[in-house]
């Protein structure tokens, strides 16, 4: 469909192609078949660890209630990135159609957010073991939990919306060659031939809100549980309360370390290969929930012999 404005004739685009690492071609050969194993560890590990809680009478609290919402986001999250980013290596199938690239935008922000927002309230998990022990059973409990997951599901479903719904009303008249491996807004929006302040006003700010805010508390938990565990005395209680929630720890240095190493790409974008942040944004889908599931199941004992005991039932 064309258009004319002020004599210059437009046309207006119905798909968009995704540019994935046209300059390296290289990089998607030897990128495809890691990618491809990390997928299937991704929806392996944490498939088990769904059946695992689902089925272990022993693993029905509200510590593995939130750890099963995790992986259920991360599943969501792999679903949505990664069949697409391999059938562009695979096939070089780039074309994505408008309703299928916002959906994908927008899932990539909700669940994105909303996996912040759940180690947000495993950090409260973890402060109220730590440093409130004798009340943990009256505070930790099935309804704070669903209170707090409707909560993470609402905030994030309302304050992301906005983002998909502010890019498909910008009017896309020319180039539709999308220079990412996904539908990230940014490299979307700027295909406009609209003004797309508001977009990159509103993406910063939700950014900002959503992430900024849950990684302070997850600091400030963690600030109050170090304070707490140098105070104990009782021998090896120090070892024993670290051990609690150092899984958790280490699933939030997964999460945080590659977007904090993506927002410093696209800051020092000029320096970097324009290549490095598409890199980093895609495993930043698919890394951290291949690992998290195996972290667990390595250093929780309920979750190993969990998975040993229905291993044993199934042979």
Not at 147 to 166: D, E, G, S, Y
Request: charged share 15%.
């Amino acid at each position: 469909m064309t258009t004319q404005q002020n004599g210059t004739v437009f046309v207006e685009i119905s798909d968009f192609l995704l540019n994935c690492f046209v300059r390296s071609p290289s990089w998607q050969i030897w990128l495809s078949l890691p990618l491809s194993l990390l997928f299937l560890l991704a929806m392996g590990a944490n498939a088990i660890l769904l059946i695992t809680i689902r089925l272990e009478a022993s693993l029905h609290e509200p510590m593995y209630y939130l750890l099963s919402f995790l992986s259920m986001l991360d599943i969501v999250l792999c679903l949505t990135v990664i069949p697409k980013v391999l059938a562009i290596f695979w096939f070089d199938l780039r074309s994505i159609s408008f309703s299928a690239c916002f959906l994908q935008m927008y899932i990539m922000n909700c669940f994105l957010a909303m996996e912040s927002g759940i180690f947000m309230i495993m950090a409260y998990d973890r402060y109220v073991a730590i440093c409130h022990p004798l009340r943990y059973p009256s505070i930790i409990t099935d309804r704070f939990v669903i209170k707090a997951a409707i909560f993470a599901l609402a905030r994030n479903v309302l304050m992301t919306l906005p983002i998909p719904i502010l890019s498909a009303r910008l009017y896309y008249c020319g180039e539709n060659i999308i220079e990412n491996c996904i539908c990230a807004n940014m490299s979307v929006s700027r295909l406009s031939c609209d003004d797309v302040t508001i977009n990159r006003i509103y993406q910063f700010a939700a950014g900002w809100t959503l992430l900024g805010s849950d990684l302070i508390l997850i600091f400030l938990s963690y600030t109050l549980i170090l304070r707490a565990v140098l105070r104990l005395k009782a021998e090896g209680a120090m070892t024993k309360a670290l051990s609690t929630c150092g899984s958790h720890f280490i699933l939030i240095l997964f999460f945080s370390t590659i977007l904090l190493v993506f927002i410093l790409t696209h800051v020092a974008k000029k320096k970097v290969s324009p290549e490095i942040p598409i890199l980093l944004n895609v495993l930043h889908h698919v890394i951290p929930a291949a690992l998290n599931p195996i972290v667990y199941g390595v250093r929780t004992q309920e979750i190993k012999q969990g998975i040993q005991r229905l291993l044993k039932k199934g042979w």
